[in-house]
């Protein structure tokens, strides 16, 4: 059995996969079948089973271009996998599609500019994952980074322009790895969201991660989770971080959380998770890291799981604990306000069931970088111990130490227990409900799941 097909027979149902044209002289597969009964296209670089070969690049790119408006017109997902061409000891070396038609490639309506351009249009509206299984760079990689989700192996790599390149044109020393392997991209540049050891392992998580995507039929068999002493999971000093991870094992099922980009802008955690079987996606400020202020690159990777929820209809939640968007000189000039607007537009283009809650505290922006109200969440929800406001109570204390009127005095001291005291805004119908922990499982099923999973105006 070639490389080609065990792949197949990794990621696909059995016996599901049918092939569009054949492939014994073009350097990719192209075809459907099923990932646990879910159609998706597949384009699939043929890795080792084949050596470059110039005669084959426009039967190659025609067979992409075709499959990929096929995909289209389906509007069913596609996975886009790419190697290195040739034995798996073979070098990495690019230098080998020098061919007389280079220009041709480049500069037709018909070449290489169409096969990004019709994964661009593809991506525009249905789901693209990209899976990266060896070393690529330059154009072979541009269209890999279309995909909403971006998989790769420890082998995989993938750079704008080769090592020699950089050498060449930069001055610059540098390997293959370090310009762009799985650790760079998955902690630095946030252009992979799961790394995976190996193609056996990446294909069978991709399998698992298909069945949040796309779920076929209601779960019936979960795990509840584990019993804990829920009043040791959040400090009730807000100022003393704690890992948001533990507050979401007290309510998922057990075992269900598929994280998405776990080593990138860690202020922030994005994954699948399921609750009495039923698929979500949860957004939530991490404070044990950076005191889950949100960043660009935060906001950046909470707009691609916001992106990904509105195309693959899933519910999420949102959980904050935020002091709101980060400021100063470094913010300002990472583009901030750009990311903020970038986050605010998917919230309004994202209309699927969202649920709102803030486990300790959400302070100005950050209740609206959480879709709170206004983006229509479904309920806004709070524990006993948040604070939600403006200000921190801690601002309006220093506040209160300055010069102010009798009238400036009595509006803080208001605001101050209004923030404080989460029962007061629900009381002036400006939360939803206050609740416990232990509750927080049966809210998301009556949010989320049920009935009453429209939005509210509160």
């Not at 269209?143 to 750079?159: E, K, S």
């Not at 506040?399 to 509006?411: G, K």
């Not at 803080?412 to 629900?426: G, I, M, N, Q």
Request: proline content about 5%.
């Amino acid at each position: 059995m070639s490389c080609s097909e065990e792949r197949v027979k990794h990621l696909l149902d059995c016996q599901s996969f049918c092939a569009h044209f054949p492939y014994h002289d073009t350097h990719f597969i192209c075809g459907e079948g099923t990932i646990n009964q879910q159609p998706v296209f597949i384009i699939m670089n043929r890795g080792e089973d084949c050596e470059f070969n110039v005669l084959w690049q426009w039967k190659t790119i025609d067979h992409i271009i075709q499959t990929t408006e096929r995909a289209a017109v389906s509007g069913v997902p596609l996975i886009y996998i790419q190697d290195k061409l040739g034995g798996g000891d073979t070098p990495f070396n690019t230098t080998n599609v020098f061919s007389e038609d280079m220009s041709s490639l480049l500069l037709s309506p018909s070449g290489m500019g169409k096969v990004s351009a019709s994964l661009a249009r593809f991506a525009h509206r249905n789901v693209l994952i990209s899976v990266i299984l060896g070393p690529t760079s330059g154009p072979l990689a541009l269209p890999l980074m279309l995909g909403d989700l971006v998989l790769m192996t420890d082998r995989g790599a993938f750079c704008m322009g080769r090592p020699d390149m950089v050498k060449a044109m930069l001055a610059e020393a540098s390997d293959l790895y370090s310009l762009g392997g799985a650790t760079m991209h998955a902690r630095h540049s946030g252009q992979v969201q799961c790394v995976f050891e190996t193609e056996t392992v990446l294909f069978s998580r991709l399998r698992t991660l298909f069945s949040l995507l796309f779920p076929r039929q209601h779960t019936i068999n979960f795990t509840q989770p584990d019993e804990v002493d829920v009043n040791t999971i959040i400090p009730t000093d807000h100022r003393v971080p704690y890992d948001m991870h533990r507050l979401l094992s007290v309510f998922i099922d057990k075992e269900s959380f598929f994280e998405c980009s776990p080593d990138y802008a860690q202020e922030v955690i994005t994954g699948w998770a399921k609750v009495q079987g039923n698929p979500f996606i949860i957004i939530a400020n991490n404070p044990k890291y950076k005191g889950g202020a949100i960043y660009r690159q935060s906001a950046t990777k909470m707009v691609r799981m916001i992106n990904l929820a509105t195309k693959c209809h899933t519910p999420i939640l949102f959980i904050a604990d935020v002091p709101g968007f980060m400021i100063g000189k470094v913010a300002e000039s990472s583009g901030i306000f750009l990311a903020a607007a970038e986050l605010f537009k998917a919230h309004v283009n994202c209309e699927v069931p969202k649920l709102f809650l803030v486990a300790r505290k959400a302070y100005t922006g950050g209740v609206f970088a959480l879709g709170g109200p206004g983006f229509n969440p479904t309920a806004v929800l709070a524990y006993p111990q948040a604070n939600v406001g403006v200000y921190s109570v801690e601002t309006i204390n220093k506040i209160m130490t300055t010069s102010l009127n009798e009238r400036e005095h009595h509006v803080l001291a208001t605001l101050k227990y209004e923030v404080s005291h989460p029962e007061r805004l629900k009381d002036k119908g400006l939360l939803t409900d206050v609740i416990t922990i232990s509750q927080t499982r049966e809210k998301i099923m009556t949010y989320l799941f049920s009935d009453s999973a429209d939005p509210v105006n509160v």
